[in-house]
T-cell receptor, first 111, second 118 residues
Framework: AQSVSQHNHHVILSEAASLELGCNYS??????LFWYVQYPGQHLQLLLK??????LVKGIKGFEAEFIKSKFSFNLRKPSVQWSDTAEYFC?????????FGTGTRLQVFP | GAVVSQHPSRVICKSGTSVKIECRSL??????MFWYRQFPKQSLMLMAT?????????EQGVEKDKFLINHASLTLSTLTVTSAHPEDSSFYIC????FGGGATGELFFGEGSRLTVL
C-alpha cells in the first residue's frame, strides 16, 4: 500500500520568507497527489492536486507543488509566506479509492 | 465549494456510553463517505469507507463492532462509537466525494468532531 512521509514536522518562518515543505510517497506508477491545509479551528481544505500533465501544479493562495517522479516527491512551495499561512499542511496520495495522509507539517509564520 | 457538515463538533461522554456523530453533505450527493481519526500531532488515519446502501469497509485494525457506520442516504453517514472508553477520545473527521465528480472527484471534509470520554 501507498504511504506518505512529510519530513518537516514544524516549520517557523518570518513573513516574506520562502517556503518549501517536503512530501514523498512510497511507490510509483500512476499517482494522484494532494496537498491539504487546515487553518486553526477550521476543516481541511484542498490547496492543490496533481493527477497528470504538467508536473508543476498551481494551487490557491499562491501555493504550487512540483511532482518529480524520479524522486517520488511532491513538494509544496510558496515564494513569500504571509502570517495568514499559519496552519497545518497535509500531503496525501490516492490509493485505490482512499486518501493516505502524511503526518502533517505545522507552519508558523511570524510578522 | 461543496460543504460537508459534522455534528456534534464537540461531545463529552462517560465511559461505557455510546456516541453518534453525523456527517452530512449539504449541497451534493455522496455515494461514498470516509471516516478518519486524527490523534494530536499525528496524521489522519482512515477508519472506514462508508457506502450508501451497503456495509462499510473497515481498515485493518479498526473494530467494526466498536465503530458502527451507517450510510442510509446519499447525504448522511453516521459513526457510532459504542461503549466508549477514554482511549476512544480523539478527533473524528468525515469526508465525502461529490458523486458527480467520479473517481477523481474532489473530497470535501467536515469540520471534525472532538470526542472526549471521561
Amino acid at each position: 500500500a501507498q504511504s506518505v512521509s512529510q519530513h518537516n514536522h514544524h516549520v517557523i518562518l518570518s513573513e516574506a520568507a520562502s517556503l518549501e515543505l517536503g512530501c514523498n510517497y512510497s511507490y510509483g506508477g500512476t499517482v494522484n497527489l494532494f496537498w491539504y491545509v487546515q487553518y486553526p479551528g477550521q476543516h481541511l481544505q484542498l490547496l492543490l492536486k496533481y493527477f497528470s500533465g504538467d508536473p508543476l501544479v498551481k494551487g490557491i493562495k499562491g501555493f504550487e507543488a512540483e511532482f518529480i517522479k524520479s524522486k517520488f516527491s511532491f513538494n509544496l512551495r510558496k515564494p513569500s509566506v504571509q502570517w495568514s499561512d499559519t496552519a497545518e499542511y497535509f500531503c496525501a496520495v490516492k490509493d485505490t479509492d482512499k486518501l493516505i495522509f502524511g503526518t502533517g507539517t505545522r507552519l508558523q509564520v511570524f510578522p | 465549494g461543496a460543504v460537508v457538515s459534522q455534528h456534534p463538533s464537540r461531545v463529552i461522554c462517560k465511559s461505557g456510553t455510546s456516541v453518534k456523530i453525523e456527517c452530512r453533505s449539504l449541497d451534493f450527493q455522496a455515494t461514498t463517505m470516509f471516516w478518519y481519526r486524527q490523534f494530536p500531532k499525528q496524521s489522519l488515519m482512515l477508519m472506514a469507507t462508508s457506502n450508501e446502501g451497503s456495509k462499510a469497509t473497515y481498515e485493518q485494525g479498526v473494530e467494526k463492532d466498536k465503530f458502527l457506520i451507517n450510510h442510509a442516504s446519499l447525504t448522511l453517514s453516521t459513526l457510532t462509537v459504542t461503549s466508549a472508553h477514554p482511549e476512544d477520545s480523539s478527533f473524528y473527521i468525515c469526508s465525502a466525494r461529490d458523486f458527480g465528480g467520479g473517481a477523481t472527484g474532489e473530497l470535501f471534509f467536515g469540520e471534525g468532531s472532538r470526542l472526549t470520554v471521561l
